[in-house]
């Protein structure tokens, strides 16, 4: 008996359904009968846009991992209420610090800002019909500068939109918005479709043409819109091999009703490693379709540059939970030294801001000191040059924070800010009395 085949939703026990489509040549699975599958609700503990940074491999995975981890911030214990303590419930609240610390949620920055802004612009426009091709996406910067975190965090508020529409499309399918697939060796343009479809829940048997074939009826049924590939600077570029892989972009931009998004570092260079004919056609056409989009470290060079680096501790410092804590302890105190020993990389000031907390806890000091952050080692790629750094702080290289008066401009925009829900609160009483 012939069935018509369409998508599986992965979330779902086999049990429920036909299972007879896994003797089909080319299953793309059953519909599922009944309601449509639901959305986990929130977990308990989170930080609001935290994402967990294990790298799904299918949809269901995606779906899961991309709900905010919603961590309840720990309570600000003085010295005394610390030294109050159980040494039970001492360990305990510093257990529960640590994974604080360790987990600072998604915070805005403005390379976020630019990155997200511009993906929603191509992606919102890319509607293109016929004959025109879609444009693609290439999200470009060196290793631990947020990358993949913004890209994320843009996915993930875009599947929130798309699924509003409806957990399964018209016809019945599960409404899949995105794939998402992160490389970790060269692959081949049918390694990578086997990737798609393995996300999707897909067999990934077959040959190359029936794989694309099988993924391409899936994207359309499950309405998706985006497809991810993180980590592209593992395909190989060059003579034949990236030939190939340039015509099989080419081929996913004019077949699949899809935004392409990639990430990685060194892209341009990769593309630009193509010799003789190859670089001429293949490089012309990828430059002439894909939108190349920076992730830059921060810069202290300008005021704006300064101020973003200030608000970037400031947000850091106000996530701390130490009882010894004061205020401009980071911002103030040591945001010449954190850019200093970072260099704007923001992966390395995440490290070096988490490890310090760390250590400020387990030796009991419960706030930072220079002799402390000395003391805290972080990734091999800044760590090579910390001397010279500290030798360029020593000499007033690093000047980092705004001036004064813009300080005190965003300090009282914070403090507004803040207390703006009780003055609301407040005149909604006298209201009500």
């Known amino acids: 008996m012939t069935t018509e085949l369409a998508f599986l939703a992965p979330t779902i026990s086999l049990d429920d359904v036909d299972t007879s489509w896994l003797n089909d040549p080319d299953p793309i699975r059953a519909i599922l009968p009944g309601p449509a599958p639901q959305r986990l609700a929130p977990q308990e503990e989170s930080v609001p846009g935290d994402f967990d940074e294990r790298v799904p491999s299918v949809w269901s995975e995606w779906l899961e991992l991309s709900i905010p981890r919603r961590l309840t911030k720990p309570e600000q214990l003085t010295l005394a209420q610390l030294d109050d303590l159980s040494d039970r419930d001492f360990d305990a609240y510093n257990q529960r610090r640590n994974r604080w610390h360790a987990n600072p949620g998604i915070i805005p920055t403005p390379q976020m800002t630019y990155i997200k802004d511009n993906l929603r612009d191509i992606v919102n ?32 508020d875009f599947q929130a939109t798309e699924l509003v529409k409806g957990a399964r499309t018209p016809d019945g399918s599960e409404r899949v918005p995105i794939i998402r697939i992160s490389l970790k060796e060269r692959s081949t343009d049918k390694e990578i479709g086997q990737k798609m479809c393995t996300f999707l829940g897909l067999p990934t048997n077959g040959s190359s043409k029936e794989i694309h074939d099988r993924l391409l009826r899936a994207v359309k049924a499950c309405r998706t819109r985006i497809i991810f590939i993180d980590e592209i600077q593992f395909l190989s570029m060059e003579g034949a091999s990236g030939r190939r892989m340039q015509n099989y972009f080419k081929f996913l931009a004019n077949e699949f009703p899809v935004t392409l998004v990639f990430a990685g570092h060194g892209v341009r260079a990769a593309n630009s490693m193509l010799e003789g004919g190859a ?3 293949a490089r012309e056409q990828t430059e002439s379709r894909w939108t190349y989009l920076d992730v830059a470290p921060f810069r202290i060079d300008t005021e704006e540059n300064r101020l973003a680096w200030w608000e970037l501790l400031l947000n850091l410092e106000d996530r701390l939970v130490l009882s010894d804590k004061y205020r401009g302890m980071l911002s103030e105190e040591f945001a010449d030294y954190v850019f200093a020993r970072t260099q704007g990389r923001i992966q390395s000031v995440f490290t070096l801001v988490n490890r310090a907390a760390g250590r400020a806890i387990y030796t009991g000091e419960e706030r930072f000191s220079r002799a402390l952050l000395d003391a805290v080692k972080i990734e091999a790629v800044v760590e090579k040059n910390r001397e010279a750094h500290l030798h360029g702080l020593r000499a007033g290289m690093f000047e980092s924070k705004p001036s004064q008066a813009t300080r005190a401009a965003v300090a009282a925009a914070r403090r507004a800010e803040r207390e703006r829900p009780a003055r609301r609160s407040a005149s909604l009483e006298r209201r009500s009395a």
């Open 279 to 281: 670089r001429d056609a």
């Open 125 to 156: 426009t890319n509607h293109h019909t016929g004959e025109k091709v879609r444009g693609a996406i290439a999200i470009d910067g060196p290793p631990g500068h947020g990358k993949s975190t913004i890209v994320n965090s843009y996915l993930m």
